[in-house]
């Protein structure tokens, strides 16, 4: 008899372990390692889901074993490396290992779908036999356990393959879509003739005027994300001002088809990197290198030329880039090198475009996986390279169960694949960089921009000076004149607007003071409910001043304006110029992002104004200003590594201008021009930040020098929370030696969610070696607590507090 040691679908801290279930014979060369299987559980006669984490010949269980019902998948959904993966995960995430495993799996695995047996030798007698004629046999849990033998064993004969098929995306579905024949012009006089009151209508052809290049769009997005009626539609359909077209349903990710390209020839800071990566890559070592290059030194260039040494040898490679729609422009280049031979995985994709892709990777049809962050789990086999660009990047840590960070479990993956990894970023994240410095990565530093482009001139604006705080608007005169210039040159403008931590802080209009708190060094955060202003660290609350603290100024209040009005603002002072916005609204449209770009990209708009989301990755050479209307709104997060993400914004949008023959120009408007992450931002000047933030985070004891864990509880009595939250920390100082610092319970930005309250207790600490344990211990003592309603959430190392 053989035995299968199963992780079972209950996530409970009882139950997160494997449990041990008797194969029955007649499933017995059928039931793998990485497959999914029923078992029953408990003492009723519920059956649930499991995964398969090992088969064994005989249990050390005394008493008689229950059999598993019966197998789930007919091939593994999980190789080794990822069953492997999972035990680390769950440890090093505090989460219990199914979640783990189904964070793994490819979302079409999780969503309901149809299993079926597709012939691949066709006139096979057994092929024909078991199909009985039919193209496909569909697998339900009514057949017998001769048949799954038999489907078993002509799969492993490569006879018949199992297809999944996501159900209703099976069938390519026809949709409804406005489209028009009129343009811009036209679309703006119709709706000037119309009746004031008519407003559906007037909504309807101001959208259609703002999205053109999209069209068709279908009814059901118009509907849903923008709020436009199917009857609104229909009235502008008779009066012959839009029409309706049928879409089919894509499976294939929109976006641009690449223009085939070549090897570039290296820069002789390039070649350096290239040869060292490929050394790693040939010694099979599992090097870490980080790579510091300015904006524009080419690192791209690096990532695909090494990518193609780790082909040469027959291995695979992973590229991950922060969530992939955001940079059409470097899926784009790796698929213009490398083809058919790369699959996209992104967040974007339906399940059924999801599940293409990752059986193309499965099947060994790719060689190069292109991601965001879940890519980490791509199941390529043979990696010879792992690539995390922009690796500072805070999108590479989840924030829900299980909350990994890419990097770690890349790190973990190259260990076991024995490939380099490669961290790339023109601001390298202070941890990343710090390693460097201790040299446990190896650091290549590209400091010239590819034909030694020079920097662009960065102009800081203070904000604070009279003629600045005279304007009505938000743009400054330095900052008119040089989109004026630029628009008389024929180049064009990309304009940030900051919206990071938007309106939760206050500051003064007159000096550019930031209320902060009294411990912590971070700023304080405006509390609708209370109305009051709160530490998130350490819990200090004070009232909202109705005067400057500093100046005395009743200048003091929220700040932040939205990209409506600065587009407004914009036109009105621009009438000439032909303004694209990029934002969440402007975006929500599955390649409205990747259109955007198309269109500025070929020169349609003169002005690209959007927020944080225009900050990276692009490459446009006719680009040669660039403005930030609000530098301070992301230096006053209420964060330790508000100044860390302030020069990281800075730098990579100031490194948007002038990438090509053209210097580029970049103005930063300010309230505190004096911050050195605003100088070093200005001056492009890496390394001088680094020292610069290092000491101060020394100084007050944070990342990198301490270790942070946020423990967070919830629940919905407040008084109960806090009370659980008390517990919590009497029971860590237990476990903490007298070098730890606890901080808290203090309650979280938004303190009440979907009527639960939150409280948060921070742990900063250098070698706690019994830590770990501890908050094992701790989770498993608070289960019996889940079930009245409490949830106790662990982050290692968080990317925000809030
Ligand atoms: P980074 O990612 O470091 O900001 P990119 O990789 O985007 O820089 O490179 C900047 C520009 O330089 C791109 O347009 C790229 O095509 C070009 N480029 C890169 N390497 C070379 C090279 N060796 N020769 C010529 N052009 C190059
Ligand atoms: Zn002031
Ligand atoms: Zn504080």
Redesign the pocket.
Known sequence: MSVAEIIVDVPTMQTNRPFEYEIPDSLAEVVVAGMRVEVPFGRGKRKIQGFVMKVKDKSDFQGKLKPITRVIDLKPVLSDEMLKLSYWLADQTYSFQISCLQTMLPSVMRAKYQQFVIPVVKDDPEVQALLSNQDSLEITSSLDDQTIRLINKLRKNNKVDIQYVVKNKAVQVKRQAVTTDLNVIQLHEAKSKLRANASSQIKLLAFLADHLQELPIEYNVLEKDYGISRSAIKTAEKNGLLKTAEVTKLRKPVGITPEQTTKLALTSEQQVAVDEISQAITKESAQTFLIEGVTGSGKTEVYLQTIEKALQQDKTALMLVPEISLTPQMVNRVVGRFGDQVAVLHSGLSNGERYDEWTRIENHEVKVVVGARSAVFAPLDKIGLIIIDEEHEASYKQDDNPRYHARDVALWRAKVNKCPVVLGSATPSLESRARAEKGVYRLIRMKKRINNQTLPHVQIVDMRDSENSAVKGDFSPVLQTSIQETLDNHDQAIILLNRRGYSSFMM?R????VLKCPNCDVSLTYHKDLRRMKCHYCGHEEPVPNM?P????K??GFYGTGTQNIEQQLNDLFPQAKVLRMDVDTTRRKGAHAKILQQFGQHKADILLGTQMIAKGLDFPDVTLVGVINADTTLSLSDYRASERTFQLLTQVSGRAGRAQKTGHVVIQTFNPDHYAIKDAAKQDYETFFKQEMYLRHQSNYTPYYFTTLISVANQDEGQTLKQAYWLKKQLQTALSKDAILLGPSPTMISRKQNKYYYQIIVKYKHEPKLHERLLEILNETQADAKKGFTIAIDNEPQHID
């Open positions: 003064c007159e000096c550019g003071f400057c500093n100046c005395h100024s200048k003091i």
